[in-house]
């Protein structure tokens, strides 16, 4: 009687570790897809926002370069007069150009660490797998001791991912 009951233990515990694993392996593959979804849409967002900037970039350039032919064609003849507006028009077609620029710089940054965020789950999600299968290894002390490193090591990954995010965050308004 014994005999049975040890096998069924046995065999309860081995099925529980077999769907624990496949809901681990489950989680992970969910967190990977979710991660690319989070990809993919921060790239859709960032091509369609360059859409947008340079359409209203163009658009505000060119109502600049209106602006100033407008006020050429009332200008006198005076050579200097024409000479200052055109240094006008490139000063503000500068000022416009560098305003987007800066918002360029600022959704790439952005979708950087969407990138960087979507890692550090991804990595979250593997440490989560980690301590699980050091649970399934309580009576193999090298594999322990495997495990514990590639944890570390995972810690590792999340801490310098979190630090370029958050330098990448300070610097947005510096211009660095």
Same mark, same amino acid.
């Given at each position: 009687?014994?005999?049975?009951?040890?096998?069924?233990?046995? #065999?309860?515990?081995?099925?529980?570790?077999?769907?624990?694993? +496949?809901? *681990?392996?489950? @989680?992970?593959?969910?967190?990977? *897809?979710? !991660?690319?979804?989070?990809?993919? =849409?921060? =790239?859709?967002?960032?091509?369609?926002? !360059?859409? +947008? $900037?340079?359409?209203?970039?163009?658009?505000?350039?060119?109502?600049?370069?209106?602006? @100033? #032919? #407008?006020?050429?064609? $009332?200008?006198?003849?005076?050579?200097?007069?024409? $000479?200052?507006? +055109?240094?006008?028009?490139?000063?503000?077609?500068?000022?416009?150009?560098?305003? @987007?620029?800066?918002?360029?710089?600022?959704a790439e940054i952005k979708t950087q660490n969407l990138k960087i965020q979507g890692?550090?789950?991804?990595?979250?999600? !593997?440490?989560?797998?980690?301590?699980? $299968?050091?649970?399934?290894?309580?009576?193999?002390?090298?594999?322990?001791?495997?495990?514990?490193?590639?944890?570390?090591?995972?810690?590792? +990954?999340?801490?310098?991912?979190?630090?370029?995010?958050?330098?990448?965050?300070?610097?947005?308004?510096?211009?660095?």
């Amino acid at each position: 009687m014994r005999g049975g009951t040890l096998l069924d233990k046995l #065999a309860l515990e081995q099925s529980y570790l077999m769907d624990k694993e +496949a809901i *681990e392996n489950d @989680y992970k593959d969910r967190a990977a *897809e979710q !991660t690319a979804l989070d990809e993919q =849409k921060a =790239k859709d967002d960032a091509a369609t926002l !360059t859409e +947008a $900037l340079a359409t209203d970039q163009e658009n505000e350039l060119q109502r600049a370069r209106d602006k @100033y #032919a #407008a006020l050429q064609e $009332l200008a006198v003849v005076d050579s200097q007069e024409s $000479l200052d507006l +055109a240094e006008q028009l490139g000063q503000e077609e500068e000022k416009i150009n560098e305003k @987007y620029e800066k918002i360029k710089r600022d959704a790439e940054i952005k979708t950087q660490n969407l990138k960087i965020q979507g890692m550090i789950k991804l990595a979250n999600a !593997t440490r989560g797998i980690l301590g699980s $299968l050091s649970d399934m290894a309580e009576g193999n002390a090298e594999q322990q001791r495997k495990l514990a490193i590639v944890d570390i090591l995972l810690s590792q +990954a999340i801490a310098v991912g979190n630090a370029i995010a958050g330098a990448t965050a300070a610097g947005m308004g510096t211009g660095i």
